[in-house]
């Protein structure tokens, strides 16, 4: 009688590329296909029915898998399948991954049954699969509920609740803040903004403008707005009175580094600049132009500064000029004036340098 040598292991086996495609919402048979368009075990000489074979029996192992990724605590506890610590990583960060175009349509829409029903919108729009919408919808959904109303930062929840990434965290967290607040993303006039830079002007938002910017601890959110400081923003009104040194602080630090025709232009239509600046500080603590945020600094500033064709260094060294402009004046002596005009600047000179695409 011949000698059998038989190997066991309990390990779950994942294969990374094959789980991409199911992570991606290739159907097995769609995976078969592309694997072996790309020569997939043409070296071992296997045959297309071995292919089609593994990869349905990688697929019913992570569809299994699957219900204890909705709650990845759950992956850690559960004996069912034996994971390796960088293959069960590998697998949640994979799983919550979401691509930026498909977080980009969900921004502004209601997480609702409804909603995910017409994903199929959102796939031929971004060219992303419907199955790979539906997970990324249910996955921003899942931990939009759990986090919303916890207590501590959203990135730190996140991270904690979900095992991923910090920039994964990071992602999830501002399109959770953007929910929250209800901030307007929708509109026409902002489609052109990406998810990235939304990512940016909220997190600069998150880190400046709430209560976790002056305190630390867990009973503070930085899903909660300090509402003191917006309505303390009101007393930059009075900057409105001094327009004129203001004006001339940054003539003078611009006059050297501009074109003359950019440096005109400027000279012509300071005033206008200046009082939108104003304008949208002191009406920030009412919610609905907290809410318009984007729009307003898009009408306002955005549009009029690309039909007078600046460019981003322009709008940069403008920013940075008209901040420490303010700065220096006499009346920002008083350190509440000047702490509340840096801290209101910190966050729209992020915001206007990531919205101003030429």
Same mark, same amino acid.
């Not at 909660?224 to 602080?249: G, Q, T, V, Y």
């Not at 580094?257 to 603590?285: G, K, M, P, Q």
């Not at 901040?323 to 992020?350: A, F, G, H, N, P």
């Given at each position: ?22 992570? $991606?919402? /290739? ?12 020569? /997939? ?21 992570? @569809? +299994?898998? $699957? ?20 293959? #069960? ?21 209601? +997480? ?21 919408? #539906? ?12 986090? $919303?109303?916890?207590?501590?930062? =959203? ?39 990406? /998810? @990235? ?36 923003? #009101? ?23 501009? +074109? ?7 000279? @012509? ?21 907290? #809410?318009? =945020? ?18 981003? $260094? ?17 009346? @920002? ?18 915001? =206007? ?6």
């Amino acid at each position: 009688m011949a000698d059998v040598d038989v190997f066991i292991s309990n390990y779950t086996l994942v294969d990374p590329e094959i789980y991409q495609l199911w992570i $991606e919402g /290739f159907s097995s048979s769609e995976a078969v296909c592309y694997l072996k368009q790309k020569g /997939f075990g043409h070296s071992m000489g296997a045959p297309i029915d071995l292919i089609a074979s593994d990869v349905l029996d990688h697929y019913r192992t992570y @569809s +299994l898998i $699957e219900l204890y990724l909705h709650a990845p605590s759950k992956l850690m506890e559960q004996s069912c399948f034996q994971l390796e610590h960088h293959t #069960r990583d590998l697998i949640i960060e994979k799983y919550y991954s979401i691509d930026d175009v498909v977080a980009r349509e969900i921004l502004g829409k209601k +997480l609702t049954s409804r909603y995910r029903k017409d994903l199929d919108e959102v796939g031929d729009k971004t060219c992303v699969k419907l199955k790979s919408c #539906r997970r990324q919808f249910d996955n921003v959904k899942r931990i939009f509920r759990t986090v $919303e109303e916890m207590p501590g930062t =959203l990135t730190n929840n996140i991270m904690q609740h979900f095992f991923i990434s910090n920039d994964l965290a990071k992602k999830y967290a501002c399109i959770v803040f953007l929910a929250c607040l209800r901030f307007e993303t929708s509109k026409k006039k902002l489609q052109y903004l990406t /998810f @990235s830079d939304l990512l940016t002007c909220s997190h600069s938002i998150m880190i400046y403008w709430t209560y976790t910017y002056q305190h630390t601890g867990p009973e503070y959110y930085d899903t909660e707005m300090d509402k003191e400081f917006l309505l303390d923003l #009101r007393e930059l009104r009075c900057l409105l009175d001094k327009e004129k040194e203001i004006k001339h602080l940054v003539c003078m630090r611009l006059k050297p580094v501009l +074109l003359e025709r950019a440096f005109n232009e400027l000279d @012509s239509n300071f005033r206008s600049y200046w009082r939108a600046l104003i304008t949208i500080a002191c009406n920030l603590h009412r919610n609905r132009e907290l #809410r318009d =945020l984007f729009v307003d600094l898009c009408e306002r500033l955005v549009e009029p500064w690309r039909q007078n064709g600046w460019n981003r $260094e322009q709008v940069n060294k403008f920013l940075a000029s008209i901040t420490q402009s303010v700065l220096d004046l006499e009346i @920002s002596r008083d350190q509440e004036t000047r702490c509340l005009w840096d801290r209101y600047m910190q966050v729209i000179t992020i915001c =206007l340098d990531r919205m101003y695409h030429v």
